[in-house]
């Protein structure tokens, strides 16, 4: 496993502990609230890839590749456990060509920060 995956694997534990990071995941459409769902894939470099879906207000990490994933990222591992230890967001990474969405809306890519900066918000 690599390093990146493993940060992802702890923050996906820290969110599942987490009701208000959960919400995160949840849009409230004319009233009604819908969950999240969602896959991202992540093809970084020098490691194997893995990816994350998010269904029910859960993330679910697997390895491989996710063909229909709605958001793929490459890029430098190392910005990724600076996301998951609180010393950058992936906005900041995505400008810094650190990672790349190669598919998808950075805006999704955001809402997934969002969640990760709560959990880490009450370490």
């Known amino acids: 496993m690599g390093l990146a995956k493993d940060s992802i694997e702890k923050i996906i534990g820290l969110i599942h502990q987490n009701e208000k990071a959960k919400t995160v995941f949840v849009t409230n459409i004319a009233g009604k609230d819908v969950d999240w769902e969602m896959s991202f894939q992540f093809t970084l470099d020098g490691e194997d890839p893995f990816n994350i879906s998010i269904k029910d207000r859960k993330l679910n990490l697997s390895e491989g ?12 591992p190392e910005a990724i456990v600076n996301i998951c230890e609180g010393k950058g967001d992936f906005t900041h990474a995505i400008s810094r060509e650190q990672i790349t969405v190669q598919q998808g809306k950075v805006f999704d890519v955001i809402r997934l920060t969002r969640a990760i900066n709560i959990v880490l918000q009450k370490k």
């Open 65 to 76: 590749l996710n063909s229909d994933a709605n958001i793929v990222m490459t890029g430098d």
